[in-house]
Each structure stands twice: as C-alpha cells, then as structure tokens.
C-alpha cells in the first residue's frame, strides 16, 4: 500500500510516502513553523511525490492530521487531503494529533502508560492517554492541567507532546515520576503514515477532530440603523 501522509496541524509543516509492502519510506520532508502552512504544504507535497517517483494516481490512500491543534493549521491540511482525494479517486483518511503522538512512543518505556498532551492555552491541555500496549485508558479530551495531571494514578507515566514539559513541571512530587518526558513540536509524519495504513476509512473520516470551540469569536454584527435610533 502506498500511502501519502500530511500533518499541518501543530508547529509543524509535514508530508511523506509510504510504501507498506518495502515497509519503508520512499520519501519525507518536515519544516517547524507556527504560521506559513497554507504557502508550504502544496510544494512541500510536490517535492516528496517527485523524490518518491509516484503519481497521484499511484496512491492507495491519503492520511492527514485532524485535530486538536491550530484550527488554521488543520483547515490547510484537511483540504489539501480532501482535494488530492478527489482528484486522485482515492480515499482520505483522518488521524488524531493525539494518537500520532502516543504511536511513536508506546512500547518504549516498557509498560508504562503514554500520556499525550497538546497545549490547549489558558491552563488547559489536550490530553489522551493509553497503556503501554497502545489500549486506551482515558479518551482525548481538553482538561486544565491540574485535571490532566491525575492521571498519576495510572502509574509512572512516559509523557509525549508539545505539552509534555507542562505536565512534567507539574507533576506532584509524591507520585509516580514521569519515565520520560518528549517535549515534540509536532508527532512524526512516519508514524501518521503508518497509523493511516491501518485506519479504516470508513470510520476514521479527514474532517476535524475538536474538542473545544475555538478562541476567536465572530463579531457581532452592527445593529441597523433604524433599530439604533429607535
């Protein structure tokens, strides 16, 4: 199976092709960056195709980031995916960040549990968690920190994500220190190629993945002018 991974969705601007069957990467390229996704992806995408030596039309299927993370970053990326979909008659599939995260890392501490985290602002994290043999514990959610920070009770933890370091500052010094503590601006785009090779599309959709409204409010419309004055 070849398949085309995208993750725009954090600090970090990234694509690469995978070919299932040589069980390797033909091609991967990955730049940190808070703002600019929209002006990077496209060429980015152009340039791993082109050093795979693929088609479009060659792909089994395309694999992108869905969430949480930057509502501008995910909206780039999902439409990216969406429209290469289409063009190519293929199927798109959708990851979460969280769980992007957590496949990189489980196993590694032994049976330590994984502890994903994302800054969700204002005090607040996204939060997954999952055993060291990749069951699910607790479901992504958006928790204050001294919320996520409870999850000492599953043992001594191996924390991963761009708020790993949050939680590592805070955690209680009477429980079960951290094992380790990958503070990754953004999970690797190889691990979402393989997670995308296993995911159903049928059940895992490329459309959005939030778990909170977004910060920005729309403005409120000006009263009109009759209904100012009356």
Not at 92 to 98: H, I, P, Q, S
Not at 164 to 185: E, H
Request: glycine share 8%.
């Amino acid at each position: 199976m070849l398949i085309l991974a995208i993750d725009t969705a954090l600090e970090a601007c990234a694509a690469a092709v995978l070919d299932t069957e040589a069980g390797e990467l033909l091609a991967r390229e990955s730049q940190l960056m808070k703002r600019g996704h929209a002006e990077a992806l496209m060429p980015m995408i152009a340039r791993v195709m082109q050093s795979a030596g693929l088609a479009f039309t060659s792909l089994d299927r395309i694999a992108v980031t869905v969430g949480p993370g930057s509502f501008t970053g995910l909206r780039v990326g999902i439409s990216a995916a969406r429209g290469l979909a289409l063009a190519a008659k293929r199927p798109a599939v959708g990851l979460t960040t969280l769980s992007a995260y957590a496949a990189g890392v489980v196993g590694q501490s032994g049976t330590a549990p994984v502890i994903s985290a994302i800054d969700a602002r204002h005090d607040h994290v996204y939060v997954q968690i999952v055993a060291g043999d990749g069951s699910q514990l607790v479901r992504p959610r958006v928790a204050a920190v001294d919320a996520a920070i409870a999850a000492s009770q599953f043992g001594a933890p191996h924390l991963v994500g761009n708020a790993a370091k949050i939680l590592a500052g805070r955690w209680p010094k009477d429980g079960p220190q951290p094992v380790a503590v990958d503070a990754q601006p953004a999970p690797d785009i190889g691990w979402i190629a393989w997670l995308g090779a296993a995911a159903n599309p049928d059940t895992n959709p490329a459309r959005p993945f939030y778990l909170k409204a977004p910060d920005a409010k729309p403005a409120i419309p000006p009263l009109p002018a009759q209904a100012a004055t009356s």
